[in-house]
């Protein structure tokens, strides 16, 4: 519960720390509220497959929020909705994380290329990729603590996870850098 709990504030602080008129934010923001109902599945009614199918909306999300390339966008957020729609007759948890692994694979991936070509300013360009990243290495433990149920990946989750979302939420403010020229 507690940890659903500091989720619930990250999404807060996403809403404190953005401007919501800007695209960016209201994809931000989005990306949030779809993580808070994943976890709300995942760690209070324990509907993993639910849970990792939103999962798989934020990450659709996010390569939206990264990338340029808006027909790939289009036919990822129509599988998504296609994916979702079978979700709720057809469960299979492993269908679903391999969904879930491709879609990740596509943010992740456009957010290192928007890192790359320098599309968000500093700092916000380093909180995404560093944010992602902690991402990712949450999911690998979360993997590796449901392929052999080890209980460090099942503890080492929460120590990517929180930090990825803490960066995440404040990655579409709008910082202030000082040069030295001023």
Not at 153 to 182: G, M, N
Request: proline share 2%.
């Amino acid at each position: 519960m507690i940890n659903f709990l500091l989720i619930s504030a990250c999404v807060f602080n996403s809403f404190l720390q953005s401007d919501r008129h800007r695209r960016d934010s209201i994809f931000l923001i989005a990306a949030m509220l779809f993580t808070l109902a994943a976890d709300f599945n995942m760690l209070i009614v324990e509907n993993y497959s639910m849970g990792i199918t939103f999962f798989c909306m934020v990450q659709i999300i996010y390569f939206y929020r990264y990338s340029e390339n808006c027909s790939l966008t289009l036919l990822i957020s129509f599988f998504a909705a296609s994916f979702f729609m079978l979700n709720l007759f057809i469960v299979s948890i492993v269908a679903i994380a391999i969904c879930y692994f491709i879609c990740f694979f596509l943010s992740l991936t456009s957010a290192i290329k928007a890192f790359v070509q320098k599309k968000y300013p500093y700092p916000n360009s380093y909180l995404i990729l560093w944010g992602m990243a902690l991402f990712c290495c949450c999911d690998i433990n979360v993997a590796l603590s449901y392929l052999n149920a080890n209980q460090l990946s099942a503890h080492l989750i929460w120590v990517f996870y929180l930090p990825s979302q803490i960066l995440l939420s404040f990655s579409a403010k709008t910082f202030k850098v000082r040069t030295f020229t001023e």
